[in-house]
């Protein structure tokens, strides 16, 4: 019997061949300390530099406006906190959304607790943003809006360049969580107008435990980690040099077969979507219909959990309960409360998510082992 089919690409990814030969040097003979200036040292730094140059290429950067980090979580905590800790004395105010991941609303409540005016804004349906709705809640005092690009749960994308517009417009910095999007749709900094994006390297291929923030140029920051001057010193600590060369192969292979894989991710999906439409009446889509990550599909089966559809078919399909992160119990995912979800329909929620190396064989042998388990479970 074969592994079963992995199908939870939102949650993390393989690291591909080219990504794994690009760390290799990095972890056998150039080991030397990036900060040093012999030769160890520099042939470290050289793969650094080299890596931050693929990373701004691939979301349409400046060189010097990338920061590496430890992951996705650090960056926009690095992003929230630090842009309120340079602003916090003359603006007190901060916008976010109701489907934001931990890694951003976490940060948002902290500011709450500490005496910040914080709002959350709501979704419609299908997870968007109205921006109307952020102009009508964006003030003079409002330093920071943080919408995410895409979302983990149900990969409905939003309008961000709108959004930017009208933080701009209001004298407020634009920041958005690219860590599902990066590697799946164009992630352009310029196109989107953001001041800060945050992205995560094992959500396209390079290893767990790195990510970079983009910062524009002259954006407020101050320091959240303090320590030695790496990485400009807004996030000190020695360098991961492995994991950043990881990192600047994924962003590689990303931007030279986007267009391909976005095309591969789509195909798969919908061929996921329409398997199981076919076999299951009353199957519902949560998310965007078409303004959605293309290989992402969170979809409720009807009377029955997604918790018992995923145990009686485990032995041929890996996928998630909504959010990887909420795994462990049967609560309502917070993203499809906040769509409207009913209880049923959020229990009966499965996030599949679907990667590169996904195969119609693959689509295949998990849409039968989900039909027949469906078929098992629902009375
Ligand atoms: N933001 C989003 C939208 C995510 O999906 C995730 C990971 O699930 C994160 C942030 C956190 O990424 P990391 O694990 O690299 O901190």
Redesign the pocket.
């Given at each position: 019997m074969s592994d079963p089919v992995y199908l939870d690409y939102?949650?993390t990814t393989p690291v591909a061949p080219e990504v794994l030969e690009a760390m290799l040097p990095y972890l056998r003979e150039v080991y030397g300390n990036p900060s040093s200036s012999h030769v160890y040292g520099r042939s470290a730094y050289d793969g650094i530099d080299r890596a931050r140059k693929e990373v701004a290429k691939l979301l349409g950067a400046h060189v010097e406006e990338i920061v590496f980090t430890g992951?996705?979580?650090?960056a926009?905590n690095i992003a929230i906190l630090g842009v309120m800790r340079a602003l916090g004395s003359i603006k007190r105010h901060v916008i976010t959304s109701a489907i934001?991941?931990p890694?951003?609303l976490q940060p948002c409540l902290r500011l709450r607790e500490d005496g910040w005016d914080v709002t959350i804004l709501s979704v419609d349906q299908t997870g968007r943003i109205d921006p109307e709705a952020v102009a009508r809640v964006i003030r003079a005092d409002t330093a920071l809006v943080s919408i995410?690009q895409?979302?983990?749960e149900i990969g409905t994308v939003q309008p961000i360049a709108e959004i930017a517009r009208i933080a701009h417009s209001h004298g407020a910095l634009m920041h958005t969580?690219a860590?599902?999007s990066v590697g799946k749709i164009v992630v352009d900094v310029k196109a989107l107008g953001v001041d800060l994006l945050?992205i995560?390297?094992?959500?396209f291929y390079a290893p767990?435990g790195v990510?970079a923030l983009y910062i524009r140029k002259n954006t407020p920051i101050a320091s959240v980690i303090v320590g030695a001057d790496h990485e400009r010193g807004v996030r000190p600590g020695t360098e991961n040099v492995p994991a950043i060369a990881g990192l600047g192969a994924a962003a590689k292979i990303a931007r030279e077969r986007l267009a391909a894989s976005t095309a591969h991710l789509r195909q798969m999906r919908d061929l996921l979507h329409h398997r199981l439409a076919e076999a299951i009446p009353g199957l519902i889509l949560n998310g965007h219909p078409e303004l959605r990550l293309p290989n992402t599909l969170n979809v409720s089966f009807p009377g029955v959990t997604g918790r018992a559809l995923l145990e009686a078919a485990e032995a041929d399909v890996a996928a998630s309960l909504g959010?990887?992160?909420h795994s462990e119990s049967d609560t309502v995912s917070g993203v499809l409360a906040a769509l409207g979800a009913t209880i049923e329909q959020a229990l009966g929620a499965v996030r599949l998510s679907v990667g590169t190396p996904t195969t119609t064989r693959d689509v295949a042998r998990a849409a039968k082992a989900l039909i027949a388990a469906y078929a098992k479970i629902h009375r």
């Amino acid at each position: 019997m074969s592994d079963p089919v992995y199908l939870d690409y939102n949650a993390t990814t393989p690291v591909a061949p080219e990504v794994l030969e690009a760390m290799l040097p990095y972890l056998r003979e150039v080991y030397g300390n990036p900060s040093s200036s012999h030769v160890y040292g520099r042939s470290a730094y050289d793969g650094i530099d080299r890596a931050r140059k693929e990373v701004a290429k691939l979301l349409g950067a400046h060189v010097e406006e990338i920061v590496f980090t430890g992951c996705a979580t650090e960056a926009s905590n690095i992003a929230i906190l630090g842009v309120m800790r340079a602003l916090g004395s003359i603006k007190r105010h901060v916008i976010t959304s109701a489907i934001e991941h931990p890694a951003v609303l976490q940060p948002c409540l902290r500011l709450r607790e500490d005496g910040w005016d914080v709002t959350i804004l709501s979704v419609d349906q299908t997870g968007r943003i109205d921006p109307e709705a952020v102009a009508r809640v964006i003030r003079a005092d409002t330093a920071l809006v943080s919408i995410m690009q895409a979302n983990n749960e149900i990969g409905t994308v939003q309008p961000i360049a709108e959004i930017a517009r009208i933080a701009h417009s209001h004298g407020a910095l634009m920041h958005t969580d690219a860590a599902q999007s990066v590697g799946k749709i164009v992630v352009d900094v310029k196109a989107l107008g953001v001041d800060l994006l945050s992205i995560a390297g094992h959500k396209f291929y390079a290893p767990k435990g790195v990510g970079a923030l983009y910062i524009r140029k002259n954006t407020p920051i101050a320091s959240v980690i303090v320590g030695a001057d790496h990485e400009r010193g807004v996030r000190p600590g020695t360098e991961n040099v492995p994991a950043i060369a990881g990192l600047g192969a994924a962003a590689k292979i990303a931007r030279e077969r986007l267009a391909a894989s976005t095309a591969h991710l789509r195909q798969m999906r919908d061929l996921l979507h329409h398997r199981l439409a076919e076999a299951i009446p009353g199957l519902i889509l949560n998310g965007h219909p078409e303004l959605r990550l293309p290989n992402t599909l969170n979809v409720s089966f009807p009377g029955v959990t997604g918790r018992a559809l995923l145990e009686a078919a485990e032995a041929d399909v890996a996928a998630s309960l909504g959010s990887a992160c909420h795994s462990e119990s049967d609560t309502v995912s917070g993203v499809l409360a906040a769509l409207g979800a009913t209880i049923e329909q959020a229990l009966g929620a499965v996030r599949l998510s679907v990667g590169t190396p996904t195969t119609t064989r693959d689509v295949a042998r998990a849409a039968k082992a989900l039909i027949a388990a469906y078929a098992k479970i629902h009375r």
